[in-house]
């Protein structure tokens, strides 16, 4: 995938890998998520990360997949949090 901006942000600073997220495409996620240079802890406008998104979209399977990852950003605060 040279020459292809993976981390590029539309209007609602959501990137590809957060639009497979809420998306429902697991394996475009998947296939994403191991790209090099991809910024996997990208948060939008409304403050959702790559595991809200999939939460959001019921991927339970992803949420899973997310929470095993070393790197992933797990504490991140939305503007929908209800811990503050």
């Not at 600073?13 to 790209?35: K, Y």
Request: net charge negative; charged share 20%.
């Amino acid at each position: 995938m040279e020459n292809i901006d993976l981390n590029r942000v539309d209007g609602d600073d959501d990137t590809p890998i957060l639009a497979a997220a809420l998306g429902r495409s697991g394996e475009v996620l998947q296939l994403l998520f191991d790209c090099k240079g991809i910024n996997r802890n990208q948060v939008n406008n409304k403050g959702n990360t790559l595991l809200h998104m999939s939460s959001l979209s019921g991927q339970e399977g992803i949420v899973m997949f997310l929470l095993g990852q070393r790197d992933g950003n797990r504490n991140g605060h939305n503007m929908y949090s209800v811990h503050q």
